[in-house]
């Protein structure tokens, strides 16, 4: 394997860390919008943007929602925008399937907290790549993951494969992670590894980290096997392109 370096170890409390590195090409096959299209690119982690306590309260609102099902394999998929939720090796829209039963599971608290905790890691990356946050909208997918060690049964759970956010979904500009339980601790494996082409650089998940970076062919990255425990987190996703805008989620 090439080198790795770790960029941000589980014991380090960052208030923010920001490596600069040059745009790839994607951005030029893709509609460009000003003051948000990615002409700064790079990658930035922060443990000063959503407290542990937050990430606890965000963690249990996965739990919830995820023991309605989640996969038969080792990776459980719940998107509150969409309604899609793992269930053994399909989806099923959450507000179709529980109906009126989705308010004795989550609360407007839990949709309020959700929009804020986004709407905090919007600011930090529009201040950090010096954009427009209100030039930035959400996009899918934005969705909690849980995966552990449990083998693949198909294709989607199969979260450990290198990749390309802007090439696998064209719409992405900037991506962002929030963390939600602790490498090491809460599980083994599961590292966020970027691969550059002298080095691997990892970000070791803890509760309450934002990792966030421009969403091209400069940020290739994958996330290890988990080999034992739970790993919980978000991926919450932005554009620059109104058109592939979505709403935050609301309850009813």
Not at 47 to 61: L, N
Not at 145 to 162: C, F, I, L, V
Not at 212 to 226: A, D, I, M, P, Q
């Amino acid at each position: 394997d090439a080198v790795t370096e770790v960029l941000a170890h589980r014991s380090d409390n960052l208030r923010d860390k920001f490596v600069e590195i040059p745009c790839s090409e994607d951005y030029d096959s893709h509609k460009r919008f000003a003051g948000c299209t990615p002409r700064k690119c790079g990658r930035g982690v922060t443990d000063a943007v959503i407290t542990r306590e937050e990430a606890e309260r965000i963690r249990r609102i996965a739990e919830r929602g995820l023991s309605l099902g989640g996969s038969d394999g080792g990776a459980s998929i719940l998107d509150l925008h969409s309604g899609a939720l793992s269930l053994g090796k399909h989806f099923v829209n959450l507000y179709r399937y529980f109906g009126d039963k989705i308010q004795d599971i989550f609360t407007e608290e839990d949709f309020a907290l959700y929009r804020d905790v986004r709407q905090r890691i919007q600011q930090r990356i529009a201040q950090v790549f010096g954009i427009s946050s209100s030039a930035m909208y959400l996009t899918k997918p934005t969705f909690f993951s849980r995966m552990n060690s449990t083998g693949a049964k198909t294709t989607h759970d199969e979260y450990w494969h290198p990749h390309v956010d802007k090439v696998t979904y064209g719409s992405f500009d900037y991506t962002s992670l929030l963390y939600l339980s602790d490498y090491s601790k809460d599980f083994g494996g599961g590292r966020f590894v970027f691969m550059d082409a002298d080095s691997n650089k990892t970000v070791e998940p803890r509760a309450g980290r934002v990792s966030f970076f421009t969403s091209g062919s400069e940020n290739l990255h994958r996330v290890e096997k988990v080999q034992w425990g739970t790993r919980f987190a978000i991926t919450i996703s932005f554009t620059c392109d109104p058109q592939h805008g979505i709403g935050d989620p609301a309850l009813g």
